[in-house]
């Protein structure tokens, strides 16, 4: 989902109804179709951006949030089981497992925390976005360890946080066919999208319109462009193996979700005998992921970029 149209839609609709609703899935287990954080925005008009986790369950909190949005319904809360057996509200469906979801009434109030959630988006820093009984509010200058966390005592007592700001972001090195497969698949699943290459002249970059940014620098220096911690990822992929080496070099130390690099098992061994020489701890290559990307027998620029792509999404979910 690309958070700064999510949030400048629930804008604009404030503006236009003067309400729209916002559903977060606050918390969930493991089979649930809804994922912790997950979000919806429904306007008056029945109009809907984002999911809660689709199908019958996702139809009748649409229509239960229409009635809130009317007056007719009041409780902010509603904890479903999927499942035909259980001791909470059903949700319709039979998969198992459970989810939680908060319905904020978003008003001319919220606009100026809706306004810094958009700040914050575009500064690329996190904040900490509070919803409770009545309240919806977002703290700029403050991030948690979890992104997401929830309590709940009752129906009118728990808290649900989540950091928001500092979005999952591709770093992708080496800006050729492959880097443009992948800036173009890694920004359709939400990711944001910066891709680096040394060349000024290269027609791949200048085609490329999914990466949010173009930087053209010598391979061995992009450590300074990218922001360390859990949603980064660095996507190795230059059209030579000493732009190669000098990318792994510059990445190897960072704290990073996910480092990959393409290659044949040849060409990746030079790389790495060559950064041994060089100083490299060869423990450090233990985090690196290559031959990149899922074994599906890739070959096109398009094949290898779903290969990568699917492979952090396999991280990224494994360790949420």
Same mark, same amino acid.
């Given at each position: ?15 236009? +109804? ?10 969930? /287990?493991?089979? !649930? ?49 999927? /499942?035909?057996?259980t001791d909470l509200e059903e949700s319709g469906l ?25 700040? #914050?988006? #575009?500064?690329?820093? =996190? ?5 409770? +009984? =009545?309240?919806?509010?977002?703290? !700029? ?9 929830? #309590? +709940?005592e009752n129906d009118t007592d728990y808290i649900y946080?989540? #950091? ?37 002249? *290269? ?15 010598? +391979? ?9 911690? !859990? ?21 190897? =130390? ?19 005998? =060559?950064?041994?020489?060089?100083? *490299? ?32 999404? !396999? ?6």
């Open positions: 989902m690309n958070e700064k149209r999510f949030w400048q839609f629930a804008r604009d609709n404030i503006n236009e +109804y003067d309400k729209v609703l916002l559903l977060t899935v606050a918390d969930s /287990s493991n089979h !649930s179709p809804g994922r912790q954080g997950f979000k919806m925005l429904l306007t008056p008009n029945g109009s809907t951006l984002g999911t809660v986790g689709g199908g019958i369950m996702e139809k009748q909190l649409i229509d239960y949030g229409i009635e809130l949005l009317s007056g007719k319904e009041e409780k902010q809360i509603k904890r479903l089981q999927h /499942s035909l057996k039979i998969c198992g497992g459970y989810q939680t979801i908060i319905f904020s009434l978003l008003a001319s109030e919220e606009i100026k925390s809706i306004d810094k959630i958009l700040e #914050n988006l #575009n500064k690329r820093e =996190n904040g900490i976005l509070k919803l409770s +009984y =009545n309240l919806f509010e977002y703290d !700029s200058s403050q991030s948690q360890k979890d992104d997401c966390t929830f #309590n +709940y946080k989540e #950091n928001i700001g500092f979005t999952d972001t591709a770093y992708i090195i080496g800006g050729g066919h492959v880097g443009l497969a992948v800036s173009q698949i890694m920004k359709f699943i939400g990711f944001y999208v910066i891709v680096f290459d040394h060349r000024e002249d *290269v027609f791949t970059m200048n085609q490329n319109t999914y990466a949010d940014e173009k930087i053209i620098t010598d +391979y061995k220096d992009v450590n300074q462009f990218i922001k360390e911690g !859990s949603k980064s990822y660095a996507i190795i992929v230059t059209p030579m193996h000493m732009g190669d080496k000098d990318a792994l070099c510059s990445v190897i =130390n960072l704290d990073l979700k996910y480092i990959g690099m393409m290659g044949s098992a040849r060409k990746i061994k030079t790389v790495f005998n =060559n950064l041994i020489k060089d100083g *490299v701890d060869k423990k450090l290559f233990d985090k690196v992921h290559t031959p990149i990307g899922l074994e599906i027998e890739a070959e096109t620029p398009e094949e290898i970029a779903v290969s990568i792509a699917a492979e952090i999404i !396999s991280i990224k979910r494994k360790t949420e």
